[in-house]
């Protein structure tokens, strides 16, 4: 696996959300945002040390529900995706595809240093380094590893990036996947070799919910159409 | 048991070397091919039932791989570290699976991390880096910080507020990437290397120097 | 009654019943909250679960099955609501009765069942034939309840029981083993520990959940806030003597809800052999015994 | 190329079918997954998937000096750091020729069974949620974070505390911190009763956990069960006592074992070990301010540091077994080869398959956090 010149990510497709004519949708539209602002359902895939920073921020001392902040079990239900330190390349093929099985708006937060730029074990073969090359991160919690109420400061962040999300673009980095697809599967598939592709397609739905951008077609693309084959459901016998 | 009979029994192995280290802690060094029959005797006759683990050592230099067993006995309080070499090119080793079932985990590893193939172990085959593809990374001559450099890029990480803090003078002046590659702080060449390049002797591709 | 006042009754009242559902759902939360020595979610977090929930950009369907049994599942609630008489509105209660209000009560589970099928989840497969051998389990002694109190109170309408009641004495004094089994029937029907084994995450991921997303979700989170209330209501008329108000009434079911809710934080869930054991042989019995006293 | 959770694999005729437990699952510890092939509610065979934890530790320690490396043992095993900290300066001393002086080897084991405490707080909820009980989680964590709170009085850091280093310890107990100790201590004790109610007499709870996992002594032996694990199967093992490190041998501790070698069992005899670490935190409360003395032996400017060859194989009990460090030197400033003997790769490999087989599908979570795994030390 050489390292290949990496496209440098084109500047974020940054167009405002087409502001509704109707005062009522307007209204509607931020009532949605201050739920999504309030509610949010966590999947914490533990994939490092971080995760023992969480049972304390879940429970009785920190208690992450007053927040509005629950966590659930399945990468459905989920809206954040907390990537809690330093990902394995093994780890990260099973993060990528637990993003891409979350419904939008998702966000993802990394937390330790170790998913910033890959830490303390920077020597490491087996970590990637920096998570935000394989898909968008909405907010870092840097620290090795982050206090609980570092957590929960990092939390509060993004609920504020989603309630300002449709003036300010901050809390959208999920459509950013969808508009420089490009950019991030050809980074996974530097690191996982060619015949790398997951069980979402991520192109059609780009297309079904109208978030095609420039950056969602490129190279690395056509290279993954060469291989894509879809997932068969297995053959139904009695 | 006593510690005499405890030796007696050891003695029983020709071309063995038995270092006491302290109370508790025996070292011995065998022959690669006596290795087994060493553990059947003290697991049979003098209850060492506890295989505590296996470790093994790339001693490149001398083109041998080192396996140690160390084995713990409940009943004696004592723990054996059984050495042992073996040719690093034809890396084979027999199983002690039937006689130690943890054998099973300490074997797979050493086979992925050093690629010694052991006959007859159950499980030869990848475990723990089932998505690696490269040569066993433990060895030796696996430059693990060569390949970070060539596989990511991970070092692009200037924020503001670390420019700021340079520019006033403080925080971390020196690029950490200028300090491995000027080795200011520290020698980076083990004292091996150092030995080595003393005598002009460089092996592998190891580090740029 | 007009045909108007009817339509706005049967609009009104899966209304009030979502309503009270949500803030038993806070009591839930709440109760929670304080046996774990913590603060809990503020007032209004499950209404903003759900809109939230609702309010999701994208989300996966597994093909008709799945929306269907989705429906099935919230409707089936709906269904029960307007057959539950509740202080000034009768929606249709008096042409209904209880058999079909218990009828109604299995459609939910049913649905899922059907939903969670089309999703092919082996955790969810699992789950839901858990959910549907707990409703098989808990039916028993629930179904030997209705018919008891049905005969002792000499109707199958929730509305003459309730009348029973309020001109004689409440049920549980009247038939108090009956009203013990009803107790372990509703906690079982509200599937909370000791009883839940189809959510199980530690085991099946929440099971029937673990495919839902968005709007299924939501579904689901409005299913529960029903399920609470139809249990809640359900049993105080049967027991409680209903409410001749609201100010009377929604204490009663407020204090049914709180029973299985505190239980429940305090234990952990059976294996489903024992727990098909336990609900077949203690309520059933306690159930037999309340039938031979009215008998 | 998929990674393999998602092709789906065709099992034959059979009624068996594939289900993948993990690596994103409450009812597994940390990120590790289990591929279980079931027949109905039965498991047919389990395999574990480890590696998903992977860093190279033992690679990298090859490549920092004796000193960096402290900064990064401890990481090994997230919930219990401190015996790992404690095991490397041990073997480090050991090929050194040095000892700690005797006020560091208390402060160490002070380090040790509060460590030990914490770990064990946290093992308590996590097996009673994988039955479905929660609030024993909720309780455990607050009362560990307490705990924590003392570690970062007196280490600096609340979860590692990078506190130890060959020759010695670091810093001097903080002025009050005995009597802090002791007010925790208390604080526990008097909690005792409310988790008994809870969870270790809780009838249901009780059933769910009994003949769940069971390991007779023989298994344990032959598959090289250690620490509580192998003492609820009835054989009165501990490093502690068997191989005594440290001032160990001066502390007087019983070593609670159970017969069963099921879950209930496991369970029990980590509930005694948290008393006992107690009472020997008592002991050391008691002991401490009579022992004086510095609390470290000099050693040489650590960034020129040059580790006399030898090897040396030192053992501590963790909270989850016995825990070795192997480390090799051959003279330079940097280790020529550590190597890691963690409890649960033992427990969470052949162990847990063991178990696995024959297991219901809900209990599978339960044996594996009855077995207090913790995958990091699997993978390294």
């Not at chain 2, 990374?137 to 060569?146: L, N, T």
């Not at chain 4, 949620?129 to 009362?143: E, F, N, Q």
């Not at chain 4, 502390?251 to 005694?272: C, N, Y």
């Not at chain 4, 960034?303 to 006399?308: R, Y």
């Amino acid at each position: 696996m050489m390292k290949k010149e990496l496209k440098i990510k084109s500047n974020k497709t940054n167009q405002q959300k087409q502001k509704r004519t109707n005062p009522l949708a307007n209204v509607f539209d931020d009532f949605i945002d201050f739920c999504q602002s309030k509610s949010l359902f966590m999947l914490h895939y533990c994939t490092g040390c971080g995760a023992i920073e969480l049972p304390p921020a879940m429970t009785s001392r920190f208690d992450m529900e007053r927040l509005g902040i629950q966590p659930m079990v399945t990468p459905r239900q989920a809206d954040i995706l907390l990537v809690t330190g330093y990902v394995s390349v093994k780890t990260l093929k099973r993060v990528i595809l637990t993003y891409e099985q979350m419904q939008a708006p998702k966000y993802v937060i990394g937390i330790c240093s170790c998913t910033v730029n890959g830490g303390m074990y920077w020597q490491s073969y087996a970590t990637a380094k920096k998570l935000n090359e394989y898909m968008p991160v909405d907010v870092y919690i840097a620290g090795c590893m982050p206090r609980p109420e570092a957590v929960l400061e990092g939390l509060n962040r993004l609920k504020n990036n989603i309630k300002n999300d449709r003036k300010e673009q901050k809390g959208s980095a999920w459509k950013d996947y969808y508009k420089n697809y490009d950019y991030y599967l050809g980074n996974q598939q530097n690191l996982f070799g060619k015949e790398w592709q997951t069980p979402v397609d991520v192109i059609a739905e780009a297309k079904l919910y109208g978030l095609e951008g420039e950056g969602t077609y490129g190279e690395n693309t056509k290279k993954l159409k060469m291989v894509q084959h879809p997932l068969l459901p297995q053959e139904m016998k009695l | 048991m006593s510690l005499e009979s405890l030796n007696e029994i050891l003695n029983k192995i020709n071309t063995i070397k038995i270092t006491h280290k302290h109370k508790r802690r025996i070292r011995v060094d065998v022959k690669a091919d006596s290795l087994t029959t060493l553990l059947e005797l003290i697991k049979g006759q003098a209850s060492f039932l506890h295989l505590s683990a296996i470790t093994c050592v790339d001693w490149i230099e001398d083109n041998q791989f080192e396996l140690v067993y160390h084995v713990w006995s409940y009943e004696e309080n004592c723990l054996i570290s059984a050495h042992t070499r073996i040719d690093r090119d034809d890396a084979k080793f027999v199983t002690v699976y039937d006689l130690y079932k943890p054998a099973d985990f300490f074997e797979r590893d050493i086979y992925e991390m050093y690629g010694v193939f052991f006959i007859g172990s159950p499980r030869m085959e990848k475990f723990i880096l089932t998505e690696w593809f490269g040569m066993p990374p433990m060895r030796k001559d696996f430059d693990s910080e060569a390949y970070v450099q060539e596989t990511f890029n991970w070092t692009e990480y200037n924020p503001d507020w670390l420019q700021e803090l340079s520019d006033q003078g403080g925080g971390i002046a020196i690029k950490p990437e200028d300090i491995r590659l000027s080795g200011t702080l520290h020698n980076k060449a083990t004292h091996r290397e150092r030995e080595k390049a003393k005598k002009e002797h460089v092996v592998g591709k190891g580090w740029k120097s | 009654m007009s045909f108007v006042e009817i339509i706005s009754e049967l609009v009104l009242m899966p209304l009030i019943a979502f309503v009270v559902g949500l803030m038993m759902v806070l009591m839930m939360r709440k109760i929670s909250a304080r046996l774990q020595r913590r603060i809990g979610p503020p007032f209004f977090q499950p209404i903003y679960d759900i809109v939230k929930l609702y309010g999701k950009d994208t989300q996966v369907s597994h093909g008709l099955i799945h929306d269907i049994g989705i429906v099935m599942a919230v409707g089936g609630y709906i269904g029960a609501e307007i057959l539950l008489p509740v202080p000034g509105m009768e929606g249709i209660a008096d042409k209904g009765g209880i058999i079909t209000l218990s009828y109604f009560l299995m459609i939910p589970s049913l649905g899922m069942a059907l939903g969670v099928g089309q999703c092919a989840n082996p955790n969810g497969s699992i789950g839901i034939s858990r959910a549907l051998t707990a409703m098989l389990a808990y039916d028993i002694p629930f179904i030997i309840v209705v018919f008891g109190a049905a005969w002792h109170y000499e109707s199958t309408s929730l509305i003459g029981m309730i009348e029973y009641q309020q001109a004689n004495a409440w049920g549980i004094i009247e038939m108090p083993f009956l009203a013990i089994a009803g107790l372990f029937a509703l906690q079982g029907m509200l599937g909370k520990q000791p009883f839940e084994i189809y959510i199980a995450p530690a085991e099946i991921a929440t099971g029937p959940m673990v495919e839902m997303s968005g709007k299924y979700m939501g579904g689901l989170f409005v299913m529960q806030t029903f399920q609470l209330y139809t249990a809640g209501v359900l049993y105080a008329s049967l027991f409680l003597g209903g409410g001749e108000s609201w100010l009377d009434l929604l204490p009663k079911a407020f204090l049914v809800v709180a029973i299985p809710m505190s239980i429940a934080f305090l234990f952990p869930r059976y294996k489903t052999e024992d727990l098909i054991r336990i609900l077949w042989k203690w309520p059933v019995m306690l159930a037999l015994i309340g039938l031979a006293f009215i008998l | 190329m998929r990674p393999e959770n998602y092709q789906a694999v065709p099992l034959g005729d059979s009624n068996e079918y594939e289900i993948f437990i993990g690596p994103n699952h409450p009812g597994i510890e940390g990120n590790y997954a289990l591929k279980l092939i079931l027949d109905g509610d039965t498991v047919v065979k389990g395999t574990t998937d480890a590696g998903y934890l992977h860093r190279g530790f033992e690679k990298l320690m090859e490549g920092r000096l004796w000193i960096q490396n402290l900064a990064i043992v401890p990481r090994i095993c997230v919930p219990d750091p401190a015996p790992m900290e404690v095991s490397y300066s041990l073997a480090v001393e050991e090929i050194m020729g040095i000892d700690a002086p005797i006020r560091a080897q208390w402060i160490r084991v002070l380090q040790l069974e509060l460590s030990r405490i914490a770990a064990h707080l946290f093992t308590f909820g996590g097996h009673a949620a994988t039955t479905g009980m929660y609030t024993p989680m909720y309780w455990g964590v607050a009362d560990r974070d307490l705990v924590l709170d003392l570690f970062e009085d007196f280490t600096g850091g609340r979860v590692y505390s990078i506190y130890n280093i060959p020759g010695g310890v670091r810093r001097e107990l903080p002025e009050g911190f005995l009597e802090k100790l002791s007010h925790l201590l208390d604080y526990l004790e008097s909690r005792q009763n409310d988790y008994d109610n809870l969870l270790f007499t809780n009838q249901i709870f009780v059933q769910r956990a009994k003949g769940v996992g069971v390991l007779s002594k023989e298994d344990a032996l032959e598959y090289g069960v250690t620490g509580p694990n192998l003492r609820a199967c009835g054989l009165a093992f501990d490093v502690r006592r068997d191989d005594p490190y440290l001032i160990y041998d001066q502390l007087e501790f019983d070593i609670p074992t159970q017969q069963k070698g099921d879950a209930w069992s496991r369970i029990l005899v980590r509930r005694d070990e948290l008393f006992q670490s107690i009472h020997i935190l008592r002991q050391v409360i008691a002991k401490l301010p009579s022992i004086k003395g510095p609390i470290r032996t000099a050693i040489p400017n650590p960034l020129s540091w040059n580790v006399p060859a030898g090897e040396a194989y030192a053992r501590v009990e963790s909270s989850k077994g016995e825990l070795a460090y192997y480390v090799v030197s051959d003279g330079g400033d940097k280790p020529y080869r550590v190597h890691v003997r963690g409890p649960s790769s033992m427990h969470a490999v052949q162990t847990l398959e063991f178990l696995a087989k024959g297991a219901r599908i809900e209990d599978v979570a339960q044996i594996m956090f009855s077995l207090d795994a913790c995958p990091p030390e699997v993978d390294r």
